[in-house]
């Protein structure tokens, strides 16, 4: 006697799990990839024997690399929070808050320096990565200066002129090039921020 055979519903629950795993899968051997060679150097060959399925497979679940790039920033960035503007921001006054932010942020380059040095390297040559990374990156950055720009005096600098230095300060290069330099990340949240503030001249409180 055979068995009754499965409604379908739990058929179809059973294949979208089954689909959502293989999603998965590429997903996170598209991050590991990412992380290690770059998103340059990242075949669909390698990340399909990554994942241990077929190029055909990693095409049906990502049919562009906007797809696939779409994908693996969300799911970096779930794993990997970005520091908080918004607990810089509560800081009154802006050269403790600029340190403080500088420093938190330049402790986070730190630790995902390997992937976001390859994402932000590869993102100049890789048009579909741009298209994902630019408006992502850009808003993080413009948020971030947006926290530390305000209570600076208006009688001392320009808005668009401390914007753009904040902006040069918190920027992931400026960090490498200090850090390159030897310095270790406490040191050169310091520079960086009186290079700021050494531009400003604040008035007596």
């Given at each position: ?39 340059a150097n990242t075949t669909v060959t390698d990340l399909a024997r990554l994942a241990g399925v ?56 730190a630790l995902k320096q390997q992937m976001l040095g390859n994402v932000l390297r590869d993102v100049p ?81």
């Open positions: 006697m055979t068995s009754p055979q499965a409604p379908r519903p739990y058929r179809k629950q059973k294949r979208a799990r089954s689909e959502e795993e293989t999603r998965r899968r590429i997903t996170q051997a598209a991050v590991e990839l990412h992380g290690t060679v770059g998103p077929s190029r055909m497979t990693v095409y049906n679940h990502f049919p562009t690399e906007v797809d696939l790039f779409t994908a693996c920033s969300t799911h970096w960035a779930t794993e990997n929070p970005f520091p908080d503007p918004s607990q810089w921001a509560a800081v009154q006054e802006p050269p403790e808050r600029l340190v403080r932010a500088l420093r938190e942020l330049y402790d986070w380059y040559i890789v048009p579909a990565l741009a298209e994902v990374m630019d408006p992502l990156w850009s808003t993080y950055m413009d948020g971030i200066v947006h926290a530390l720009a305000h209570d600076w005096s208006p009688r001392d600098v320009r808005a668009e002129e401390l914007r753009g230095m904040l902006r040069v300060a918190v920027d992931f290069h400026t960090w490498q090039i200090l850090t390159g330099s030897g310095l270790d990340d406490d040191t050169a949240a310091e520079q960086a921020a009186l290079m700021v503030t050494g531009a400003v001249r604040l008035p007596s409180r």
